[in-house]
């Protein structure tokens, strides 16, 4: 059976030490950090076994959402259908980042460095983190 691709309690304390306006390329530099290591033969087995196997899917799917994204949302005390959406919206974008780079090998994204993909991609899962965007599934004043 698969296993996490890294352990979120050695990850995540880098990732909540900088202030609340660098949470989106913390997360981003903590996933190519991991992917870019020696956790990356064991993700790329996760994720290509998730899409076919319901089982590692689940596995994949706590630790994104559970382990890591739930403590990043819970330092920002939001009503849980509104971190569960945001949380969300953060998956799809780190999930299609890990897809894109190291599963598709799309060019630039394959070979870039990692700190040019922080500072493209960051600002967007921090909008999704912080922004004042309509969420799906919640109701709200952006409704």
């Known amino acids: 059976r698969g296993r996490a691709p890294a352990d979120p309690a050695e990850l995540l304390p880098e990732v909540l030490a900088g202030e609340t306006a660098e949470l989106g390329a913390n997360v981003v530099r903590m996933l190519l950090r991991v992917w870019d ?18 089982w590692t899917a689940r596995l994949l799917r706590e630790f994104l959402t559970v382990q890591v994204l739930r403590r990043v949302l819970g330092t920002l005390d939001l009503p849980p259908a509104e971190a569960e959406a945001r949380g969300a919206l953060v998956a ?32 967007t899962v ?12 919640v109701a709200g004043p952006n409704t």
């Open 126 to 137: 921090q909008r999704y983190l912080t922004g004042d965007i309509d969420l799906p599934g």
């Open 92 to 123: 799809s974008q780190l999930v299609g980042l890990v897809v894109t780079r190291y599963v598709l090998r799309v060019e630039p994204l394959a070979s870039a460095p990692a700190e040019e993909l922080v500072a493209a991609i960051g600002p």
């Open 37 to 54: 290591g020696p956790a990356r033969a064991r993700g790329l087995a996760l994720v290509r076994s998730a899409v076919s196997n319901e």
